[in-house]
């Protein structure tokens, strides 16, 4: 026990009885600390296990715990001459349940603890004290043991603690009945600041566990009972370790001992020599040292996901402190931010160098073996080793040989002088028991070599970085993943369409992944119109951009039915509904006529389109019915009708532009309608303008920058005069047909399109004849529009739409949609309120002028 150390032990209770005694310190007690393997074997022998039970951690290791530790058997006489190893158990504890034996048998699953008594010899052979009862049994030890089993992905099985009995005889109230009374118990849940220690200090005592290890082990036995002893019936002190300060202690009051018997020129005894303390004080800073740097890397590697910063964070961490010399290599997928690399690597691997930290002078490793270069490694090499078993490999010094083998890799670069008379260490980067990489650590000549404590730290230090690193290389992926997703669900809008010019932008949220909801397209309308659609899905991630590809794809099929705004929004609402409930979308739906010079617009909670004014720069936000998100349900949609001229701009965008956290969205839309209004030499240009303009805006308030992703679509609404547009009107009468034919020749002879005249006329012919036959009531109508490209609508009263048919030799119709596809550049057809259109395209020759 710790007697330089005051603490207040829980008073003892009882009814009409008063508190003992006790030493200040009755529950601080040496504890020997055993790990033991599913195979029943010892896999982990404390310095307090030695001086206990007397057996040196070489010759436990490996061996049956069994032999070594105290199980059930008979109380052994005073004078059996019991060979070492054989232990009796006090028959006045039975109550406390099994023997230990019972524990390492596997038969029970919960924690026992019990008291036993065992016979040693004064030394051991190797000259190791042995601990030394009171009294008049000296070779007698009274044990006290908790067992712990183990569960988890690791080997062990069971985890045993013990401590010697007779250190709290010493000085413990003179009633022996008390005394008797010392037995080891289990408190649950106990607040005993006994067990916040040895949750603090359990794996400063397994070095040779890694910390995740002896983590669990922590775990479990504070979750199973923190271990006490027992005084009586009613009072328990928790069991505190007392391993560091107690042996500091004692070995102090032996040095002075011992020197006081020096100076008075008496003999020293031999038990007041402490070397053997002496070399367990280094062993204990030793492990004590490298679990401080281990915590230290840990806290430096894995601030963030980015993966080439993770790199060279795990470079850095390792240099100067354990290293002079740390490169790092990745397997090619790793770097590409692909997907997890399949199969054990191999000669033709290929190992991409992705950081070099040293100590040298700058430049040195830098030029010989740059940062980026990728390359395979031989069998016959170190780092071929380590890779493809997994495991460390150790190298104390390299050796002329192997600094020749290792340089016959760089081409027309000697690294021999780099590397050769260093230690070397490759540590393997693992996760999920594949080689991502490995890590070459190299010192100094003039330093310590690597030794089988730093193989350890090393491994554990590249299982850390390993576990970082892939994080890093999953989240990479994964947002090339949502970028590819986010990239095929946008769609590629042509800048030009029927009257109108378009430019867009989409910038990915740099919050919460880059994959968002956000979404703008722009769908051919038969008359010539476009329509604009901006839409955004409520929420973040892969769930959001699949529901915003099912929104867009279903505004797309309902667009092409010639819906018309406010009716195409409740559409989709209830598509929404039928989806499911757990997303929201905002949604804003324009149909530009350019021939009307009108647009249509339905606003479905979204954020207000701008409109910028060509006659005087003006810009406004158009007052529209705001509408419920989609999603909601049951709520009606209404649409407005806005004259537009030639020239003026339409600016529409999700909020993600004009809104940061913390800022009113005024402000944005304040920003977003100056700077549509400012001129530009291009549509390109004007929407770089906005992006920029909100972005400062937002910068200057101290608001940081965008978090969320934005989609912005700008139409230019260059409208179609009249002159560029016939329209006649023909009675359901065969001969009209020719009529037709007849009026578009001339129209195009006027417009100087004669070149075109023939192939129109044709398909004209075929579109107005089907029109003719199908109708019903009203005339046909047929229209021309000169643009880009020359569109022809043909227009009748029937609901059904035709299909392009294959006709057989002797057949007498069917070939009429065939002609129209084989000459048109485009053709299509859609249900309008009268009944339907069917419309061709064809490429035009360049205006001149």
Request: proline share 7%; hydrophobic share 40%.
């Amino acid at each position: 026990m710790d007697r330089g150390t005051e603490r207040d032990a829980p008073p003892r209770r009882g009814a009409g009885s008063e508190a003992p005694d006790w030493p200040a310190d009755a529950g601080r007690v040496p504890l020997a600390v055993v790990v033991v393997d599913r195979e029943g074997l010892v896999s982990h022998w404390s310095a307090g296990a030695r001086r206990l039970f007397g057996v040196v951690k070489e010759e436990a290791i490996g061996r049956p715990a069994i032999d070594l530790l105290p199980v059930s058997g008979a109380l052994p006489e005073p004078d059996d001459d019991l060979p070492y190893g054989a232990y009796g158990e006090y028959a006045a504890y039975d109550g406390l349940g099994p023997g230990l034996d019972s524990s390492l048998d596997r038969g029970l699953g919960y924690p026992a603890a019990g008291r036993a008594r065992l016979t040693v010899p004064e030394r051991s052979e190797t000259g190791v004290p042995r601990p030394a009862g009171r009294g008049k049994n000296r070779d007698r030890v009274d044990v006290l043991w908790w067992a712990y089993p183990l569960v988890g992905p690791g080997a062990e099985q069971l985890l045993v603690l013990a401590a010697d009995a007779a250190a709290l005889h010493q000085d413990a109230p003179a009633d022996p009945l008390a005394v008797e009374r010392i037995a080891p118990a289990f408190a649950l849940h106990t607040d005993f600041p006994g067990a916040e220690e040895l949750a603090r200090r359990l794996p400063e005592i397994l070095p040779s566990m890694s910390v995740g290890e002896s983590a669990r082990i922590v775990a479990q036995v504070l979750e199973l009972g923190y271990p006490v002893l027992e005084f009586s019936q009613n009072d328990r002190v928790p069991v505190t370790p007392d391993w560091g300060v107690a042996r500091r202690v004692e070995r102090r009051a032996r040095r002075e001992r011992a020197a006081r018997a020096a100076a008075e020129g008496l003999p020293v005894p031999h038990e007041l020599l402490d070397d053997g303390d002496e070399r367990e004080d280094l062993e204990y800073v030793a492990v004590r040292e490298r679990l401080e740097f281990l915590n230290e890397v840990s806290g430096k590697i894995g601030t963030s996901l980015d993966l080439s910063r993770t790199i060279v964070e795990v470079s850095r961490a390792v240099v100067p402190r354990f290293t002079d010399v740390a490169g790092t290599y990745l397997r090619e997928q790793v770097v590409a931010g692909e997907g997890f690399p399949d199969g054990v690597p191999d000669t033709t691997t290929m190992w991409h160098r992705v950081a070099i930290e040293h100590t040298d002078e700058p430049g040195r490793w830098e030029d010989v073996v740059p940062v980026g270069e990728a390359m395979p490694f031989p069998a016959h090499t170190p780092f071929f080793q380590c890779m493809t078993t997994g495991d460390p490999v150790l190298v104390p010094r390299i050796s002329e040989q192997l600094g020749h083998a290792i340089a016959s890799q760089f081409e027309k670069r000697d690294i021999r002088p780099l590397i050769t008379g260093r230690s070397m260490l490759v540590v393997p980067l693992k996760a999920r028991n594949v080689v991502l990489g490995f890590m070459v650590l190299l010192r100094h000549p003039e330093r310590a070599v690597f030794n089988d404590m730093d193989r350890v730290t090393g491994a554990e230090l590249a299982a850390r970085a390993g576990l970082v690193l892939d994080n890093a290389r999953m989240y990479t992926y994964q947002e090339s993943v949502a970028e590819t997703l986010q990239d095929s669900m946008l769609p590629h809008i042509p800048p030009r369409m029927a009257g109108c010019d378009i430019a867009t932008r989409y910038l990915p949220g740099t919050l919460l992944g880059r994959v968002g909801g956000d979404w703008f397209d722009s769908v051919k309308l038969p008359g010539a119109r476009t329509a604009l659609v901006v839409g955004d899905v409520m929420g973040h991630g892969l769930n959001s951009a699949a529901m915003m590809g099912q929104l867009r794809t279903a505004v797309q099929t309902m667009a092409a039915l010639d819906l018309p705004p406010a009716q195409l929004l409740r559409n989709l609402d209830d598509l929404a509904q039928r989806l499911g409930d757990n997303y929201l979308a905002t949604c804003l739906y324009a149909v530009y006529d350019p021939i009307e010079g009108e647009l249509h617009i339905a606003n479905a909670g979204h954020i207000p389109p701008v409109l910028v004014r060509a006659a005087d720069g003006r810009s406004e936000l158009l007052d529209l019915p705001t509408g419920a998100p989609i999603g909601v349900g049951g709520v009606p949609f209404e649409a407005l009708r806005v004259r537009v001229e030639p020239g003026d701009r339409l600016v529409m965008c999700t909020d993600g532009l004009v809104e940061v956290r913390g800022e009113d969205i005024g402000v944005g839309l304040a920003t977003l309608c100056e700077s549509a209004a400012h001129p530009s030499a291009s549509m390109d240009d004007a929407c770089d303008t906005i992006i920029r303009a909100l972005a400062a805006t937002f910068s200057e308030a101290g608001r940081g920058g965008r978090k969320d992703d934005v989609a912005l679509l700008m139409s230019r609404l260059n409208g179609i005069e009249p002159e560029d547009v016939a329209e006649w009107r023909f009675p359901l009468d065969p001969a009209e047909v020719g009529r037709a034919r007849a009026a578009v020749r001339e129209q195009l002879h006027d417009w100087g399109l004669a070149t075109s005249a023939d192939a129109v006329g044709l398909m004209v012919s075929e579109l107005v004849t089907n029109a003719v036959r199908h109708s019903h009531r009203r005339p046909v109508a047929l229209r021309l529009v000169r643009g880009e490209t020359l569109l022809c609508e043909v227009e009748d009263d029937d609901h059904e739409l035709p299909t392009l048919l294959s006709a057989g030799a002797g057949d007498e119709s069917g070939r009429g949609l065939r002609v129209v596809s084989t000459l048109a550049r485009e053709w299509g057809t859609s249900r309008t309120g009268a009944g339907k259109t069917v419309w061709f395209e064809l490429t035009l020759p360049r205006r001149r002028g």
